[in-house]
Nanobody
Framework: QVQLVESGGGLVQAGGSLRLSCAAS????????MAWFRQAPGKAREFVAA????????SHADSVLGRFTISRDNAKKTVYLQMNSLKPEDTAVYYC??????????????????WGQGTQVTVSS
C-alpha cells in the first residue's frame, strides 16, 4: 500500500513557475513508477508526466514538453513536477499517482493503482 500527499499548488500568473511535490509512504518507494495526471474543469483526467522507479526513464505529455520536468528523490520518497512557463490552460487539479515499476513506463490513468488527493494549480492570464 502506498499513500501519496501532494503539495505546492497555488495561484500563479501566466509565465510563472511552480514546483509540485508528492511525498510517499512505504519502504519500497524505488520499486514504484510515479506519475502526474491533471484534470481541468469539465475535462477528462489527462497524463502529464511519468518517471520510472530508478528515475532513469521519463515521459512527458506533448502539451508540457519543454516546460514541465518530472524528477524524484528516492532517499526522500518524493517525486516532483517542476512547471515553468505556465499557461492558463495548465489550470487543473494535479494528481500524484503510483504503481509497481514495469519495463515500460505506463502513461494511462488505468495503469496506476494509487492516487493522491490532488492539489489545485490556477494560472491567471
Amino acid at each position: 500500500q502506498v499513500q501519496l500527499v501532494e503539495s505546492g499548488g497555488g495561484l500563479v500568473q501566466a509565465g510563472g513557475s511552480l514546483r509540485l511535490s508528492c511525498a510517499a509512504s512505504g519502504r519500497t518507494f524505488s520499486s514504484y513508477a510515479m506519475a502526474w495526471f491533471r484534470q481541468a474543469p469539465g475535462k477528462a483526467r489527462e497524463f502529464v508526466a511519468a518517471i520510472s522507479g530508478s528515475g532513469r526513464l521519463t515521459s512527458h505529455a506533448d502539451s508540457v514538453l519543454g516546460r514541465f520536468t518530472i524528477s524524484r528523490d528516492n532517499a526522500k520518497k518524493t517525486v516532483y513536477l517542476q512547471m515553468n512557463s505556465l499557461k492558463p490552460e495548465d489550470t487543473a487539479v494535479y494528481y500524484c499517482v503510483a504503481d509497481r515499476d514495469k519495463p515500460n513506463l505506463p502513461v494511462g490513468r488505468n495503469d496506476y493503482q494509487f492516487w493522491g488527493q490532488g492539489t489545485q494549480v490556477t494560472v491567471s492570464s
